[in-house]
């Protein structure tokens, strides 16, 4: 990416957000953090985060839910849903309401979590420029059709 890229950690326990946080800063993102949903969502509509990790269980709503919340403010933002309480059903759950991604805590492997990140960062960017590209093309088109036009008449 040619900046930086933001990172929202939603997490109610303060020793997973500064953990989390101090991991991707060493990486060189930049990291924000929020404890509850209500705030995740203030926070998404005032600044945009290329992805977020979204704790399952959040003192004033689902994590799931707040999934849904946050596609309305960012809808291209990556969401990773990060839980201590993985299962199937909640797993299946999160996919069907947009989460990109699911991460069991404890997370054992740092390097692993990373390259988790890295991959969803990288997919992102390359959607962003593809849609460019097709923005670009579509440009390039019209204006080719307006001076052909123009001649016309």
């Not at 990790?53 to 403010?73: E, H, N, Q, S, Y």
């Not at 805590?105 to 460019?132: C, G, V, W």
Request: charged share 35%.
């Amino acid at each position: 990416m040619s900046e930086r890229a933001r990172i929202l950690i939603i997490d109610d326990d303060e020793n997973v957000r500064k953990a989390l946080g101090m991991v991707l800063e060493s990486k060189g993102y930049e990291v924000d953090t929020a404890r509850e949903g209500k705030e995740a969502i203030k926070k998404s509509k005032e600044r945009f985060y290329n992805l977020a990790l979204v704790d399952i269980r959040l003192p004033d709503m689902d994590g799931v839910d707040l999934l849904t919340a946050m596609k309305d403010t960012t809808p291209k933002m990556v969401k990773i849903i990060v839980t201590g309480y993985p299962s199937l059903e909640n797993a299946v759950e999160a996919v069907n309401k947009g989460a990109d991604g699911y991460i069991v805590k404890p997370i054992l492997n740092m390097d692993t979590f990373l390259s988790i990140i890295r991959e969803h960062l990288k997919k992102q960017e390359e959607a962003r420029r593809y849609s460019e590209q097709k923005v670009t093309e579509y440009i390039e088109a019209r204006a080719r059709e307006q001076e052909a036009a123009k001649t016309k008449t």
